[in-house]
């Protein structure tokens, strides 16, 4: 996939090469706590995750927030692929959770729309996924808000008019150290 072409904050440009816009950095204090991307289209969304994924290291919480249809499960896909996955990856959203081994990273991706309550999370055992080893992408998380560790990243997607607006933001200094890296 191509790399980020630059173009000026918030500019959109009308090149349609243009894989996703340079960040427009928010918070004057802490340049890498908080990015902000256009995202033309899926393409875009792609290449966003190639970066992202050449991050990524065990133990990371990624929450992923964004109304159904903004890309949050073609983010994990295309990141799941960037790291050498060649299956289908399809969002958990029955299952509500997808394992993956991928080049030695254990990955897990939980789609929690549908998850009822507390004691539903208890009965999966989910609890005990969190090891430390693991790397988690969590879409809907407020659905199992104090149930899951704080997230180092998370991503809101926002659908446009055109294209999706990605604000990525750190939470810890695993997650600051992921976002100089973009």
């Not at 090891?131 to 926002?158: R, Y």
Request: hydrophobic share 35%.
């Amino acid at each position: 996939m191509p790399s980020p072409q630059s173009s000026p904050a918030g500019g959109r440009g009308g090149e349609r090469e243009r894989q996703f816009s340079i960040p427009a950095w928010e918070g004057a204090n802490d340049r890498c706590a908080n990015l902000s991307f256009f995202l033309a289209d899926e393409d875009a969304t792609l290449a966003l995750a190639q970066h992202l994924a050449a991050q990524l290291k065990p133990g990371m919480v990624i929450y992923l927030r964004g109304d159904l249809g903004a890309g949050k499960t073609t983010l994990v896909r295309g990141m799941l692929n960037t790291l050498g996955y060649s299956g289908r990856v399809k969002s958990p959203t029955y299952t509500l959770v997808e394992p993956y081994h991928v080049n030695g990273l254990n990955l897990r991706h939980f789609d929690l729309y549908r998850l009822h309550d507390k004691a539903e999370w208890e009965a999966a055992g989910f609890r005990d996924e969190f090891d430390g080893h693991n790397i988690f992408f969590i879409e809907w998380p407020e659905k199992a808000q104090g149930l899951t560790p704080q997230a180092d990243v998370e991503i809101s997607l926002t659908i446009l008019n055109k294209g999706r607006k990605a604000e990525i933001r750190a939470n810890t200094e695993t997650g600051k150290q992921c976002l100089e890296q973009l």
